[in-house]
């Protein structure tokens, strides 16, 4: 079974520069979530989407951060326009059902420095 | 509020003693909890989870409710246990959403 795919790996931007995060997740997966991860921190959810519906966006900073799932497959996140604080590794999961003991399976995440 | 505190952020042990990862969590329902493991330039992957009261890699954690506390151990740690420890929360009311305590990284020495 292929793993949750993300891409870049690394991205390095200047603050006020805009940039997006791309996530393929588990084939048949319905539900997928992006998680905020800043060093030293635990990875902190964002948004939810089940199929290509948001579940949950209450911690999602809805003046810069946007997140779209078209056709219930693909994600892909933005930052418009990126502040310092934004640097953190971003983490794309994705899950059979709602609930989490169905599991969820990580991306390798994408590592954004904002300079 | 949900809330899941991990209170060492470095834990350092010799290969072959006990070891236990300490997680207290908040929260006002009935809570799943789990740990999520990270090994060094691999992804997080999920080590185990309470309510299936099993044994993964020789860890196991129990759920006490009365202290609030989902613990990690592990009798005789080895050295490829060496990765960051999460401790994670879902509750009824937030659906499938994790709640992460700032992890745990250990290190098992020869």
């Known amino acids: 079974e292929a793993g949750v795919a993300q891409s870049p790996r690394y991205k390095i931007i200047e603050k006020r520069q805009s940039v997006a995060f791309w996530c393929n997740p588990i084939?048949?997966?319905?539900?997928l979530y992006w998680y905020q991860q800043i060093l030293g921190q635990g990875p902190k959810l964002l948004i939810q989407?089940?199929?290509?519906?948001?579940?949950?966006d209450s911690q999602l900073p809805k003046d810069r951060f946007s997140a779209e799932r078209l056709k219930g497959v693909d994600s892909t996140l933005k930052i418009q326009p990126a502040k310092l604080e934004d640097s953190a590794v971003y983490l794309c999961?994705?899950?059979?059902?709602?609930?989490?003991?169905?599991?969820?399976?990580f991306g390798s995440g994408t590592r954004l420095t904002v300079v | 509020a949900q809330r899941v505190t991990q209170p060492e952020k470095l834990l350092s042990v010799f290969k072959g003693a006990p070891v236990e990862l300490k997680c207290n969590y908040s929260y006002s329902g009935s809570p799943e909890l789990f740990w999520y493991v990270q090994y060094s330039r691999q992804r997080l992957q999920l080590l185990l989870r309470?309510?299936s009261r099993e044994s993964i890699k020789g860890f196991t954690a129990d759920l006490n409710k009365g202290e609030t506390s989902f613990h990690l151990k592990k009798p005789f740690a080895q050295e490829e246990d060496s990765a960051m420890y999460y401790c994670?929360?879902?509750?009824?009311?937030?659906?499938?959403?994790?709640?992460f305590g700032e992890g745990t990284q250990l290190t098992v020495n020869p």
């Open positions: 989407f089940q199929n290509n519906g948001v579940v949950d």
């Open positions: 994670a929360l879902s509750g009824e009311t937030s659906g499938s959403r994790l709640t």
């Open positions: 084939s048949g997966h319905a539900t």
């Open positions: 309470h309510i």
């Open positions: 999961a994705s899950s059979l059902n709602r609930g989490p003991w169905a599991g969820y399976t």
